[in-house]
């Protein structure tokens, strides 16, 4: 498809008389519930096994299941985006969310409340991509970096209040209440997206080509799964060994067959796009470290400092207020002077701040760890929406839908990635540390044992860091291809 074709394609949706004020709204409050909902749980895990009576093996099937399904079902995002019009794929989204969380707040027993973990993370997994699409969609390149901003804010701050929130909740209610109370806000959602979303996207109905899929939730779902495997129970079982391997060979059949196809599911031709493919590699690498801490810091409060799951989540929070407050003010700033004043400083804070939680220990006060947390959620919002706006304002207007699909699926990936990576560098310091200790039972050695293991994890994440500021040296302001800005707004 050329650029032409697709500005012409682009003008098929009038776009002029769009008030983008209640869309926007209506992006924001789906978002805002579909992604609190992910660490929600995190906190309740030791009660639900009590309550349920199920060993912790099992009971982390209801994060890694939610995981699973969103990092399956992005990839196919771009397909159906182009069947299906926004305000269809937004609906059905949210109204599967919902449908999700009433089974699981209803649930008697472990089984059915996987089934609505299950079901909500359809929904979120076909939110993600839909909003960022959107936002593509309805704004020029030169004003994208305030919304995205906005979406930033909630991408962000959600999932910082999630542990807080939930400490509240379980400390004077059951964890059923988890789900209770996100169910109006849901409801809400669909009522005011129900009058007020409109259709953005062309709908063009390209042939489906259902291996392409199967391949896709394989690749994806097998990386996936065999990470957060190896997460919990180390890197040489036979389980993990087989599902990343099938994974990644699914995977090469299936980048071998999009190029090939006419109408693939996932274009990777995106990748021709040079600040594209680089924003994509910056990215995944800064989304590892990101995901690593979030892990990391509850482990170190928790098992070093000896705080309780609610007050661990009370630390991480001014944070992640911070970075929801500072998300909107880098889109703004990213719209008057580009991605560099923002993205290189922003790289330089993160490695800054990684490389101070190297220097934690059981003396570390708590006001020094919630200024170093602060510090490093302020550089992530430098980085994290301006890089992906920049990416994506290269890319013709075609390609939106695979572009953001892209984005958000390797993010989903890196996650896993990051995560299981850097519980394993943790667990093994913690046992090398342990096999010296004259008693290792007593529980003064395990926390030093956890502090050295979280040492060498903080260590590798510096790394990554660096490595994320090598790559973000050569960002640089992006345009749009020619005529896809007039185009695309239906002007």
């Known amino acids: 498809m050329s650029t032409a074709s697709a500005t012409q394609s682009g003008s098929g949706v009038d776009l002029s008389r769009i008030k983008r004020g209640p869309i926007v709204f209506a992006l924001i409050i789906g978002a805002f519930v579909a992604i609190l909902n992910e660490t929600l749980l995190g906190n309740a895990l030791p009660e639900l096994v009590t309550a349920l009576n199920v060993p912790y093996s099992t009971i982390q099937w209801l994060s890694t299941a939610y995981m699973l ?3 399956v079902l992005v990839p196919v995002t771009a397909v159906l985006q182009q069947w299906f019009t926004t305000r269809q794929m937004f609906l059905s989204a949210m109204i599967l969310f919902l449908v999700g969380t009433v089974i699981a707040a209803i649930a008697p027993g472990f089984e059915l409340l996987l089934t609505g973990r299950i079901i909500q993370a359809l929904g979120t997994g076909l939110m993600l991509p839909v909003m960022m699409n959107t936002i593509l969609a309805i704004f020029p390149p030169e004003s994208r970096g305030g919304a995205m901003g906005l979406i930033g804010l909630v991408i962000m701050f959600a999932p910082a209040i999630g542990p807080t929130v939930s400490g509240l909740i379980m400390d004077s209610l059951s964890w059923r209440w988890l789900f209770i109370l996100v169910i109006p806000i849901a409801v809400f959602s ?3 997206a129900a009058v007020f979303m409109k259709n953005v996207s062309e709908v063009t109905k390209p042939k489906v080509d259902v291996l392409s899929i199967i391949l896709s939730t394989i690749g994806f779902g097998g990386v996936v799964y065999g990470f957060s495997k190896a997460g919990e129970g180390g890197w040489g079982h036979s389980e993990v060994i087989w599902a990343i391997s099938v994974g990644l060979v699914a995977l090469v059949i299936f980048i071998f067959r999009q190029l090939k196809l006419k109408d693939p599911v996932m274009d990777l031709r995106a990748f021709k796009y040079p600040m594209f493919a680089l924003v994509t590699v910056l990215l995944f690498v800064i989304m590892m470290t990101l995901f690593s801490t979030m892990t990391l810091l509850p482990m170190f409060l928790q098992g ?16 992640g207020v911070v970075n929801g407050i500072m998300a909107p003010i880098s889109g703004k700033l990213f719209d008057k002077f580009g991605p560099r004043v923002l993205v290189i400083p922003g790289l330089i804070i993160v490695a800054l701040s990684i ?3 190297t220097g934690f220990d059981e003396t570390t006060s708590n006001g020094y760890l919630i200024t170093v947390h602060i510090v490093l959620l302020i550089g992530l919002s430098m980085v994290m929406m301006p890089a992906q706006t920049t990416g994506l304002n290269q890319l013709p207007r075609h390609l939106y839908p695979h572009g953001t699909a892209i984005l958000n699926t390797l993010q989903q990936v890196s996650g896993a990635i990051g995560t299981a990576l850097f519980i394993s560098i943790m667990s093994n310091g913690q046992k ?4 010296t200790s004259s008693d290792p039972q007593n529980p003064l050695e395990m926390a030093k ?3 050295e293991g979280l040492h060498s994890a903080f260590w590798i994440g510096f790394i990554i860091a660096l490595v994320a500021l090598v790559l973000g040296l050569f960002i640089r302001k ?6 896809e800005t007039r185009g695309g707004m239906g002007h």
């Open 449 to 451: 044992g956890l502090i």
């Open 432 to 435: 090398d540390y342990l096999k």
């Open 355 to 357: 490389f101070l939680f």
């Open 478 to 483: 992006t345009k749009a291809p020619e005529g």
């Open 69 to 71: 399904v969103i990092g």
């Open 304 to 319: 070093v400092l000896f705080m309780t799951a609610f007050k661990s989540g009370l630390t991480m929070l001014p944070g």
């Open 190 to 192: 669909i009522i005011f």
